[in-house]
């Protein structure tokens, strides 16, 4: 099995990246094409001089014709791609192959949700026709199952572990707070946090990402390209995806304290990046915080903390905005929010604006010299997961 | 010469809750009495119970039925059959015919007396959910419950009791009646039913006697049963035998569920030798006469009438309401589920219905729900078709879900590791979420999962194995 990757053959030379919120008083339409916009006037393009255009939503709408109208796209290539919660990295990932292919020279990977239409709280799947069989718990209740596994696992106590994870909800919101972008600017603090009731095992809802409408959208071309649209472009060093085959769910050896497939996605980034020692390398990381434990295991399954010792870490500040590898210093989807089809690329411009030094002064990351930010990005549930990992640099190596 | 006819397996299914009678009065300000009646969950109705009590009475025995008779008068679906479900969830062959003999109380004796008489091994299932309007001497005095009684001869295998014989005295007055669709009953005037019952009791019992060529010397015990109460207490006391509990303060009257319920009561501790009468009167009498058998002590089920009416917890009375429909809630504010797929649970009938998985030849892993292809690696459609209904399993971990839709939340689930091999995550029903615990022993349970667009979801759910 072979994955090569791409590494520097595509270029990101502009992006955007609408508020989160709640946002009644916009469509869909109106998020694309604002995010469309944001990025096209970044790159000083215009829709007519892309080639070819990925739109990610994974319960919006359906098909590239959902793209092309709001945006009159006119003979155009547009594609629609859904993956799960990791469908914005997805439409990055598609378009990154297709000019790194040759097929094309640039393209637009966008991607929106609107989740606030549906008029019931928390995000609700599509129903698709079954026997009436299929597992109906909330994905709060399936990442809450990680707390008392780890707790067990590692000897470490549940009611500390419940703190600590409000603590990584405590960090997420400072940044949020220092985002003008993000659903929750408020900042919160671990024990107000632990002072909730439960909505789902240990879990409040404060554990849980907000959810909001919004979109975002990247412009890349071939690398060699990429100085004619921009002196600061983020070179693509790295694009990995694992599908998991649900085995964890019926395999009595999983434990539900690690996220294989996240593992398994890591390690394919880092060969393709030629990284080796992620913690001292990267500048920052956007992970994939739909639910407090899940950040917790992500440190350890992304190789920046030993297994069994992330808890440490996170009350250590190890991946505070002043840290040593500073996670989710926009807020991630806790505290920025997550409309499903857009957070991939969200995060993705988070790396945009923090390695070349455009994220607002009070929580902008101290660089300390290193070019590269990791992009996590996941779907699904403990044992039936899917992942996305991606790395971007501002430099060529 | 005449075969000897009987009983060959049986068993009952008492829900797991219980509502104390002092809290109608205590809501309601009147109603309710003494004691406590048994209560479907929000998850069973007469099917899933039905199944469960069918389960208990195979589960003592080798035999296959070759028919399956199901009697109740709340039937979870008119039109289509319900003894279907109850098939497919014993994953009985498809040459085995499964009725719906249903719409009286009467029915379910009635058919029990057809099983006995003959041919063939015919299960016999009677299942009963009784709701009356709050306060009513219904609601307090009725329960929730289902029997199942294998018939056969003796050719068969060992009969655990033999059907001696019987009489039937039929008549027509309205003593109670419902008009289809409505979930509780009417009733005349409580005198005039018992003066109608008590002739008809006389000539049955006269009858019964005679057919057997028995004198009332010669029955031990009588079970006595009907939804008049009176008209029951008065008239059992005329029959000069020994009248056997009528679980009426820890189960209540189960209504065409009663008399098989109230017959495996009596089998669980009766000795060999015994003559039994079971008396029921429903528009006329039936009375039926047993004798056990040696092979009764060794043929009974796991779960005895008594175990499960000590397996119990206390319902609220404002639940029991709402879980009957009879007090409307503020549903979770998620969307209600959607409707199974009939083609897709036509597909799946195996899983769904009879909880089988599948096994892979090479790699041993159990896969549940059944697949093509295996976790381990191996051949696809390398695999056997795995049973799990049966087998018992324990908490691995779990969640309590507060956010999910559910018709009674919170939603209790756990990750169950099944003895042998096989790992399923799977909701937990008849439990407090503070009693679950890693490590606890779970059991498989036919439940009803939610009703969407008049299609009721069958599905299994695992409930915790006390004691």
């Known amino acids: 099995m072979a994955s090569h990757g791409i590494r520097d053959r595509v270029a990101i030379v502009g992006m955007g990246c609408t508020p989160f919120r709640e946002h009644w008083d916009r469509s869909l339409d109106d998020l694309l094409i604002d995010a469309a916009g944001l990025a096209l006037d970044s790159a000083g393009v215009t829709k007519d001089d892309l080639d070819a255009y990925w739109f990610g939503t994974s319960q919006s709408a359906a098909s590239g014709i959902a793209l092309a109208t709001p945006l009159r796209l006119s003979g155009k290539p547009v594609t629609r791609v859904e993956n799960y919660c990791a469908t914005g990295s997805e439409a990055l990932r598609q378009a990154c192959y297709a000019v790194a292919s040759g097929a094309y020279d640039s393209a637009m990977a966008i991607g929106a949700e609107k989740a606030k239409d549906g008029g019931y709280q928390g995000l609700n799947a599509f129903p698709i026709p079954t026997d009436g069989t299929n597992r109906t718990l909330t994905a709060a209740a399936m990442f809450s199952l990680i707390i008392p596994a780890y707790a067990e696992r590692y000897g470490v106590d549940e009611d500390e572990l419940r703190r600590v994870v409000a603590r990584i909800a405590e960090k997420n919101h400072f940044n949020g707070a220092r985002n003008p972008l993000a659903q929750f600017r408020r900042e919160t603090s671990a024990d107000a946090i632990c002072e909730m009731p439960a909505i789902a095992g240990r879990l409040s809802v404060f554990d849980c990402a907000g959810v909001a409408d919004g979109a975002a959208a990247a412009i890349v071309v071939r690398a060699e390209d990429a100085l004619r649209y921009t002196d600061t472009p983020l070179y693509v060093k790295a694009l990995a995806l694992v599908a998991g085959d649900s085995s964890g769910l019926i395999d009595p050896d999983y434990d539900f304290t690690t996220l294989p497939e996240c593992a398994a996605a890591a390690a394919d980034a880092y060969a393709q990046a030629g990284i080796t020692d992620p913690r001292a390398e990267l500048a920052l990381a956007e992970v994939h915080d739909c639910f407090t434990p899940t950040e917790l295991v992500l440190m350890e399954d992304l190789g920046f903390s030993e297994p069994g010792t992330a808890w440490r870490d996170v009350l250590d500040g190890t991946f505070d905005l002043d840290g040593e590898l500073p996670v989710n210093t926009d807020g991630g989807l806790k505290s920025f929010g997550h409309p499903v089809g857009a957070s991939g690329l969200r995060m993705h411009y988070e790396a945009w604006i923090q390695l070349r030094d455009r994220a607002p002064e009070e929580r902008r990351v101290n660089l300390r010299g290193r070019t590269k930010a990791l992009i996590h990005n996941l779907g699904g549930y403990p044992g039936e997961m899917l992942s996305f990992v991606g790395i971007v640099g501002t430099g060529l190596d | ?467």
């Open chain 2, 1 to 467: 010469m005449t075969e000897t006819r009987g009983i060959l397996a049986y068993g009952a299914h008492v829900p797991y809750c219980r509502l104390d009678r002092a809290a109608i009065s205590g809501v309601m300000g009147s109603g309710g009495g003494r004691g406590w009646r048994a209560v479907a969950s929000f998850d069973q109705d007469t099917t899933t119970m039905g199944v469960e009590a069918a389960r208990q009475a195979l589960g003592s025995t080798d035999l296959v039925p070759e028919a399956l008779w199901f009697s109740t008068v709340a039937p979870a679906y008119v039109d289509k059959t319900n003894a279907t479900t109850v098939h497919a969830a014993l994953r009985l062959d498809a040459a085995v015919p499964a009725l719906d003999l249903g719409g009286a109380v009467r029915s379910a004796v009635g058919s029990l007396r057809a099983a006995l008489v003959g041919p063939g091994r015919t299960l016999v299932v009677a299942s009963d959910l009784r709701v009356g309007l709050p306060t009513s001497a219904d609601e307090s005095a009725g329960g929730d419950a289902a029997a199942a009684v294998l018939t056969g001869s003796a050719t068969d295998g060992s009969l655990l009791a033999e059907y001696l014989g019987g009489a039937s005295a039929t008549a027509e007055f309205l003593d109670r009646w419902r008009v289809p669709g409505d979930a509780t009953s009417r009733t005349w005037e409580e005198r005039f039913g018992e003066q109608a019952y008590g002739p008809l009791v006389d000539r049955a019992w006269a009858a019964a006697l005679a057919d057997t060529g028995l004198d009332a010397d010669d029955i031990d015990t009588a079970i006595v049963t009907g939804l008049h109460g009176r008209a029951v207490e008065r008239l059992a006391g005329r029959l000069g035998v020994t009248v056997a509990g009528n679980l009426a303060d820890t189960v209540g009257n189960s209504g065409a569920a009663h008399p098989a319920l109230l017959l495996a009561h009596t089998l669980d501790t009766a000795e060999a030798g015994r003559v039994l009468a079971l008396v029921v009167l429903a528009d006329g009498v039936e009375v039926l006469l047993f004798r056990t058998t040696g092979a009764l002590a060794d043929g009974r089920p796991s779960r005895s009438v008594a175990v499960q009416v000590e397996d119990r917890a206390d319902v609220a009375y404002p639940t029991y309401l709402a879980w009957r429909g009879l007090l409307e809630v503020q549903p979770p504010n998620r969307p209600a589920p959607n409707r199974p797929s009939a083609s897709a649970a036509l597909r799946r009938s195996d899983w769904k219905h009879g909880f089988v998985g599948s096994k892979d030849a090479t790699t041993g892993i159990t896969h549940l729900p059944p697949s093509r292809v295996g976790i381990g690696g191996g051949a696809v459609d390398d695999m056997e078709p795995a049973p799990m209904a049966d087998t018992g399993g324990t908490v691995v971990t779990f969640t309590v879900d507060r956010l999910a839709y559910s018709p009674s939340p919170p939603i209790v689930f756990a990750v169950v590791d099944f003895d042998g091999g096989g790992r399923m995550p799977v909701e937990l029903t008849d439990v407090d979420p503070a009693e679950v615990a890693v490590g606890g022993r779970v059991a498989m349970t036919f439940r009803r999962l939610h009703t969407a667009d008049g299609i009721h979801n069958y599905f299994w759910k695992a409930r915790p194995v006390r004691g």
